[in-house]
């Protein structure tokens, strides 16, 4: 038991690391933010291969770290919703880890790339709604006569829709070429 707990916080810690590499080698649409990249990858692994508290976990410390290492913060409040809390909710993805691992386990692709995709865009949804909310809330007057929630809709929308089918490529390619990635279990030596 000490060993599994081990080997999460490991996972954790390595997948946290790889999740702020990945988001330095992205596609930046906006001046102020708003980035196509492959951040969500190493998140939505540990949620599929820990269920929740994988994907929370991690997608918490790259959120903390993405805070330390350059964010765009205008306010607290708004800080928080674009980073620790956009990208710990990625990490519901985790609700279809069961799904997604009893898929590949049975050898039904389509079934496994389904739930895989459903995951991500549950993932990529709940992170879109903290950006949506903080644009909405804090970049309130919109831009030249255009509502807020429709600049914000516009704006976080133009990055999320691409990091969204990006990251559900990327995982179901990975998961289908390597099921095993998505499981938690120890090699045991001969």
Known sequence: ?????????????????????????????????GSISFVMVPIVLMAFRWGLKGGLLTGFLVGLLQTMFGAYIIDPVQGILDYPLAFTVIGFAGLFAGAVKRSL?????????????????????????????????????????????LFSLGYNGSYMGPAFILTSIVMATLLISVPRVATNRQMTSA
């Open 1 to 33: 038991m000490e060993r599994k707990k081990l080997l999460f916080l490991v996972e954790v810690a390595i997948f946290s690391a790889i999740g702020i590499i990945l988001d330095q080698f992205s596609f930046s649409l906006w001046p102020q933010g």
């Open 105 to 149: 386990e049975e050898g039904a692709m389509k079934k496994a790339a389904t739930y895989i995709t459903i995951g991500v865009f549950i993932g990529a949804l709940m992170r879109f709604v903290c950006h949506f909310l903080a644009g909405v809330i804090f970049f309130g007057s919109g831009s030249e006569g255009v509502p807020a929630w």
